[in-house]
């Protein structure tokens, strides 16, 4: 291609039909080569660029450009151009693309000012902006690119500091194939899929609940071990009748919007499952009731009807947690990263960390950090918004 022979040319104005009809037969009859186009329409008004390539017929420039300048003024609409170097198309389409998401109840101009600011300090440039939801501005997802890859874990971490000073979450991916290619999500169960921990719930029918709050607080933090803290807590619950176990699964609340999420996923095809430090006796209620692919947990040992304050088999922890993601894949023929691995504390991290999308579902802030994207809003269903499901499409599919 010859310098001055890419010309990129932008129409704006009020939307109606025929516009790209009128523009690309004009085009089309100077038998000029199109080599992109993109529209948006915004509130009835209308942005259509159009890069078209004269390097055969550089003497067809001027009259087209003013035929379709003609055509423009005729439909009532705005028309520039610009003649682009042989450098800057060769960097369109040799760039490393990113999709940057924000959620949240409020988000303000200060918000987008500073998430845009801090993308061009790591000289990366926002190529497109999009609304995801309907109503309110509430979730925003930019589609940004840089000339050389970037640091992800170093940007992430900036992009996390304006989350803690603003009620929104902010995500960082990659713009490729398996963003929008998952295919499978587990999470956890306790504060993941339900509102509540399970055994603290028993602990309370019991009389211990202060004592195992304090160990299931610690053990979410880090800082005791998962397995000791869980045969001493369970080790308190003997005595417990299996009538109790099922009145506190009637009572137990999912977390807003996971039947939706669920709902919403299986019929996208996508396999589900829970991988849970609880018990199976719950974990295989849930994957009956919401119709899940897979249930892991930990199984309670049950005599003569009540608990007897052990476990049996072997305990599902941190490294447990990461394996049995890894064998559902492999099972499903499902690349991880095309995973989506969901969970709130210390013993989710491997699993987190071993997905292709890890999410820290109202988590530790040791737990934030370490995850792809931390959620802080109430709603889990909101992770729709990373695979670029907007409202829309939700209302359609439901």
Excluded: W
Aim: charged share 25%; hydrophobic share 45%.
């Amino acid at each position: 291609m010859q310098d001055d022979s890419i010309v990129l040319v932008t129409i704006s104005g009020k939307d109606a039909p025929g516009i790209v009809s009128a523009m690309t037969s004009v085009i089309a009859g100077a038998s000029i080569r199109i080599l992109d186009i993109e529209q948006v329409v915004i509130h009835n008004m209308i942005i259509l660029s159009i890069l078209m390539d004269f390097a055969e017929g550089s003497n067809e420039q001027k009259p087209v450009l003013k035929e379709l300048l003609f055509e423009a003024k005729r439909l009532g609409l705005n028309l520039d151009f610009n003649v682009l170097s042989d450098t800057d198309f060769s960097l369109h389409n040799t760039r490393f693309t990113y999709a940057i998401t924000c959620v949240g109840e409020n988000i303000s101009a200060d918000v987008l000012a500073r998430i845009s600011s801090t993308l061009a300090a790591a000289k990366v440039n926002i190529d497109r902006i999009g609304k995801l939801n309907e109503g309110k501005l509430n979730c925003v997802e930019m589609i940004a690119y840089a000339d050389q890859a970037v640091d992800i874990s170093e940007l992430r971490r900036q992009l996390l500091h304006i989350s803690t000073e603003y009620p929104v979450d902010i995500s960082l991916q990659k713009e490729n194939i398996f963003r929008k290619a998952k295919r499978l999500v587990v999470m956890d169960m306790d504060s993941t899929l339900i509102q509540v921990e399970i055994i603290d719930e028993l602990a309370r029918l019991v009389g211990v609940g202060e004592e195992v709050a304090q160990i299931t607080s610690a053990t979410m933090a880090g800082e005791l071990d998962f397995e000791q803290a869980l045969i001493q807590r369970v080790s308190l619950l003997k005595g417990l009748k299996v009538e109790t176990l099922q009145q506190v699964y009637d009572n137990t609340k999912l977390m807003p919007g996971a039947k939706k999420l669920i709902g919403i996923l299986k019929r996208l095809g996508y396999k589900t499952g829970v991988i849970s430090g609880g018990f199976d006796f719950f974990t295989q209620r849930f994957k009956q009731d919401l119709g899940l692919d897979y249930a892991f947990a930990n199984t309670l040992e049950i005599k003569d009807g009540a608990l007897t304050g052990k476990l049996v088999g072997p305990i599902i922890d941190a490294p447990k947690k990461a394996e049995l993601l890894e064998e559902i894949a492999k099972q499903e023929a499902i690349s991880l990263e095309q995973v989506i691995a969901i969970g709130d504390g210390a013993n989710d991290l491997l699993m987190l960390e071993r997905a292709g999308l890890g999410i820290a579902f109202n988590a530790q802030r040791k737990v934030r950090e370490a995850a792809s994207y931390s959620i802080s809003q109430r709603n889990i269903d909101s992770i729709l918004f990373l695979l670029g499901i907007n409202e829309r499409d939700v209302e359609e599919i439901s």
